[in-house]
């Protein structure tokens, strides 16, 4: 493994790995910088109040619609990725959630955020189109990231952050009647919430299906990646035996694995790329990078292992790629 813009060098052993530093860096619109850092020292000196929230998430049928699903979101403080600022008298953006979601591969209309305090009032976030993310190799169904602005009074002094979102879209009546929310994920600690990105190396797995069994793979796949320097683990069951989950929860009882529960309803995964697993690649780099803070994902399969040229560890490398 080298550094991505070292490629005359190139060593992997594993298909596909993303880092943080290539999120963080995606989908950037660097235009009007200067409002943005006024706006971005004004985010900083708010009060922040977190709600109470569960860690889990499941899929979650949107309204009436069978196989129009939500899993999860992620307030995002970052200012940068918003395509544009409406810098407001009265209003200033203090971030966006981040909304994980399966839809039509084709879907084509607007949509709106509701978003609920925990006093259970409700606002309506009108954001218009989206579009699915790639990878959907045509599948009737693709996963979709949906972005909702946060605006927030500018002379505010402490900032009551919303406990959930759901989303609707006009044929589908029931999810605007009835919206199915989901919690919004925050950092675990508050006060972390603009703090630096800790330099930890997290892994993400693709979703364990079909009832998977190899329990001597996992505990090698898990066992190398700490020799390499990794700290925490992120799986998705799906379908998995008891022997693999009982290993599992040893883990999560040690602290350096999550288990999240990956319920793609049956007559969905022969209509959708993989089990829906780019909608679990985005939860699982927005897990690290919101939830624990976490710099770096490598997104591999248990038959991947990513192994440095010339370093011992992998954060040792991926320090000095964030140093040049």
């Known amino acids: 493994l080298a550094c991505p813009y070292q490629r005359s060098t190139l060593g992997v052993i594993g298909i596909l790995v993303v880092f943080y530093y290539l999120y963080w860096n995606l989908y950037v619109f660097p235009s009007d910088s200067k409002l943005r850092e006024d706006l971005s020292s004004l985010q900083q000196s708010y009060i922040y109040i977190k709600p109470s ?9 949107i309204g009436s619609k069978a196989n129009h699903l ?16 409406n810098d407001h008298n009265t209003k200033v953006p203090i971030g966006s959630l981040r ?12 949509i709106t955020c509701t978003i609920r ?32 602005p946060l605006y927030v009074n500018r002379n505010s002094t402490r900032i009551h952050l919303p406990q959930s979102v759901a989303i609707s879209y006009p044929s589908n009546r029931l999810s605007q009647l009835s919206p199915s929310f989901v919690p919004i994920n925050y950092p675990r600690d508050v006060d972390q919430l603009f703090a630096m990105s800790r330099p930890v190396v997290s892994v993400c797995v693709g979703p364990l299906q079909q009832n998977y069994s190899d329990v001597l793979r996992i505990a090698e796949f898990v066992e190398m ?16 035996s ?12 040690e602290g350096i694995v999550d288990v999240l529960q990956w319920n793609v309803p049956a ?13 679990q690649i985005n ?9 624990d803070n976490y710099r770096y994902a490598a997104i591999v399969d248990l038959d991947e292992i990513l192994i440095p040229l010339k370093h011992n560890s992998l954060a040792i490398f991926l320090r000095q790629c964030d140093e040049g």
């Open 53 to 61: 929230w569960g860690y889990n998430n499941s899929w979650r049928q």
């Open 70 to 85: 939500i899993y999860s979101a992620y307030f995002d403080d970052r200012l940068d990725v918003l395509e544009t600022i």
């Open 99 to 110: 909304i994980i979601a399966i839809l039509p591969r084709e879907f084509k209309e607007a």
């Open 117 to 148: 305090f925990e006093d259970f009032i409700d606002k309506s976030i009108p954001i218009g189109k989206v579009q699915s993310l790639k990878e959907h190799h045509d599948y009737k169904y693709a996963a979709y990231s949906i972005m909702c």
């Open 225 to 240: 990646y700490r020799i390499l320097g990794a700290r925490h683990f992120y799986f998705y069951h799906l379908s998995a």
């Open 242 to 253: 008891e022997e693999v989950m009982r290993l599992l929860r040893h883990y999560q009882s």
């Open 267 to 279: 007559e969905l995964l022969t209509e959708v790329h993989y089990a829906g697993i780019m909608a």
């Open 283 to 291: 939860d699982c780099v927005y897990r690290a990078m919101i939830v």
